[in-house]
């Protein structure tokens, strides 16, 4: 079974910037898409981006602000945000392989 754990999660004010990382138990990353979800309170899931084979794809609502980097011999996924609004106030979660993190928090207000 595969562990992802998320950290990076903070409180920043608007217009700021976060990194967030994925750490594999095993590294997925390079046989596997990984994606990015977040989840806002009273909000559905939503997805943020996914990454494969070094291409990368981005909701329209972050494109622009957000990238993806990834450490292979960390088995780290990185989801460098920019530009944060109040808006991406939300929990954030990777998954790939069909598996879960358990979210970190990222709460953008001033």
């Known amino acids: 079974q595969v562990q992802l754990v998320e950290s990076g999660g903070n409180w920043v004010q608007p217009g700021g910037s976060l990194t967030l990382s994925c750490v594999g138990s095993?590294?997925?990353?390079?046989?596997?898409?990984m994606a990015w979800y977040r989840q806002a309170p009273r909000k559905p899931r939503e997805w943020v981006a996914n990454t494969q084979n070094g291409i990368s794809l981005f909701a329209d609502n972050v494109q622009g602000r957000f990238s993806i980097s990834r450490d292979d011999a960390k088995n780290t996924i990185y989801l460098h945000m920019n530009s944060l609004k109040p808006e991406d106030t939300a929990v954030y979660f990777c998954?790939?392989?069909?598996?879960w993190g358990q979210g970190t928090q990222v709460t953008v207000s001033s």
């Open positions: 095993e590294n997925i990353f390079k046989t596997h898409s």
């Open positions: 998954t790939g392989k069909g598996f």
